[in-house]
């Protein structure tokens, strides 16, 4: 009878492990989008609070203090930029939708006129199903309309970065009561880790999107492309993402010079990839060594597998959701498991 008493509770085990798996899975399946939205508004807390301490350390501030001046800064710089460039952004970038479109069916005739291009716009099937309209959008125009539902996302990641900002210890707290009493110091010192990470990542990209945003600007400018200053600001805007964010940024521009001619596109995108080589060699490395290192490779088949399983915000939060990963791996895997287990080997063989 105790066999099968102990063969029925470990079968019970199993099953309510199995069903636990199978209801997680399915929450982030059919809730991936509202998740990433929560994990935006932690990366936005992460930085607003890794601001606010970074000024109560130089400063001596008190943390409200410091908090208030990173939310008068943030949301007034912002506002600021807006009042100052609004105007001038805005009609760039629709002046830079109606060119695209023109610049787009400039680069369909002229393909037209050569085997090979009348073949590749055959195979793609420019235009067969929505007529003359639906021949002149082009794939990045149509990603543009998309923006206006972006916008909820946006609001809802701004307000919940201001709350975890506010008060991270509250939800820290609730988290780690949620571990067993005897894993929480580890708990507690990789959450550590995490936020240091994504403190210093967010830094890095911020850091990033401001130089890249004013270099692609002005030297577009210098090189006659026109909408550089929407170009600048989409380049900046697009460098959140990396490796995959400047390859976007770079297409309207890049397109925009086909008009010009061949030699002035390749002009461009030779421009274009030297921004990324001075922002790839220099910047990033600097910023790495006071977060995580992630390989290239992996950061880009990350980006493309939560862009196919979740759409645009799976690409956007790739990168940041990699180094959670790679943190936690390290700390449970690397560290507690491997390191654990070959210790307690040497050990035992001494």
Same mark, same amino acid.
């Given at each position: 009878?105790?066999?099968?008493?102990?063969?029925?509770?470990?079968? @019970?085990?199993?099953?309510?492990?199995?069903?636990?798996?199978?209801?997680?899975?399915? /929450?982030?399946?059919?809730?991936? +989008?509202?998740?990433?939205?929560?994990?935006?508004?932690?990366? *936005?807390?992460?930085?607003?609070?890794?601001?606010? !301490?970074?000024? !109560?350390?130089?400063?001596?501030?008190?943390?409200?203090?410091?908090?208030? /001046?990173?939310?008068? *800064?943030?949301?007034?710089?912002?506002?600021?930029?807006?009042?100052? &460039?609004?105007?001038?952004? #805005?009609?760039?970038?629709?002046?830079?939708?109606? !060119? =695209?479109?023109?610049?787009?069916?400039?680069?369909?005739?002229?393909?037209?006129?050569?085997?090979?291009?009348?073949?590749?716009?055959?195979?793609?099937?420019?235009?067969?199903?929505?007529?003359? +309209?639906?021949?002149?959008?082009?794939?990045?125009?149509? @990603?543009?309309?998309?923006?206006?539902?972006? *916008?909820?996302?946006?609001? &809802?990641?701004?307000?919940?970065?201001?709350?975890?900002?506010?008060?991270?210890?509250?939800?820290?707290?609730?988290?780690?009561?949620? &571990?067993?009493?005897?894993?929480?110091?580890?708990?507690?010192?990789?959450? +550590?880790?995490?936020?240091?990470?994504?403190?210093?990542?967010?830094?890095?990209?911020?850091?990033?999107?401001?130089?890249?945003?004013?270099?692609?600007?002005?030297?577009?400018?210098?090189?006659?492309?026109?909408?550089?200053?929407?170009?600048?600001?989409?380049?900046?805007?697009?460098?959140?993402?990396?490796? &995959?964010?400047?390859?976007?940024?770079?297409?309207?521009?890049? =397109?925009?010079?086909?008009?010009?001619?061949?030699?002035? @596109?390749?002009?461009?995108?030779?421009?274009?990839?030297?921004?990324?080589?001075?922002?790839?060699?220099? =910047?990033?490395?600097?910023?790495?060594?006071? #977060?995580?290192?992630?390989?290239?490779?992996?950061?880009?088949?990350?980006?493309?597998?939560?862009?196919?399983?979740?759409?645009?915000?799976?690409?956007?939060?790739?990168?940041?959701?990699?180094?959670?990963?790679?943190?936690?791996?390290?700390?449970?895997?690397?560290?507690?498991?491997?390191?654990?287990?070959?210790? #307690?080997?040497?050990?035992?063989?001494?």
């Amino acid at each position: 009878m105790e066999s099968r008493t102990e063969f029925t509770i470990r079968a @019970a085990r199993v099953m309510g492990l199995v069903l636990l798996t199978a209801l997680a899975l399915a /929450i982030v399946t059919f809730a991936a +989008d509202v998740l990433l939205v929560i994990f935006g508004g932690v990366l *936005l807390g992460v930085f607003f609070r890794g601001s606010a !301490n970074l000024l !109560n350390d130089r400063t001596r501030l008190s943390p409200k203090m410091a908090l208030g /001046i990173v939310f008068l *800064l943030f949301f007034g710089g912002a506002i600021l930029a807006l009042w100052l &460039i609004a105007g001038e952004v #805005s009609q760039q970038l629709d002046q830079l939708g109606t !060119n =695209l479109k023109n610049a787009w069916l400039q680069l369909q005739e002229r393909l037209r006129s050569e085997p090979w291009g009348r073949q590749l716009l055959g195979s793609v099937r420019v235009g067969q199903s929505g007529g003359e +309209d639906a021949e002149a959008m082009s794939p990045l125009a149509r @990603a543009f309309s998309t923006t206006l539902g972006g *916008l909820t996302n946006l609001l &809802i990641i701004l307000f919940l970065g201001i709350y975890f900002a506010i008060n991270p210890g509250w939800y820290r707290r609730g988290l780690l009561r949620l &571990i067993p009493p005897a894993q929480r110091d580890r708990a507690a010192e990789i959450l +550590d880790a995490i936020g240091h990470t994504l403190r210093w990542w967010l830094l890095g990209r911020a850091i990033s999107m401001l130089i890249v945003g004013i270099v692609t600007g002005v030297g577009l400018a210098l090189l006659g492309v026109p909408l550089a200053l929407g170009l600048g600001f989409l380049a900046g805007a697009f460098d959140f993402v990396p490796f &995959i964010g400047p390859l976007a940024a770079a297409a309207p521009g890049i =397109l925009l010079s086909v008009s010009e001619g061949v030699n002035q @596109a390749m002009y461009v995108a030779a421009f274009y990839a030297a921004v990324q080589l001075i922002e790839g060699y220099l =910047l990033t490395p600097l910023v790495e060594q006071r #977060s995580v290192k992630l390989p290239p490779a992996l950061t880009i088949a990350s980006q493309v597998l939560l862009g196919v399983l979740v759409g645009a915000l799976g690409v956007v939060f790739a990168t940041p959701l990699l180094a959670v990963l790679v943190i936690i791996v390290k700390k449970l895997y690397v560290e507690d498991a491997l390191e654990h287990r070959s210790t #307690s080997a040497s050990d035992g063989v001494t």
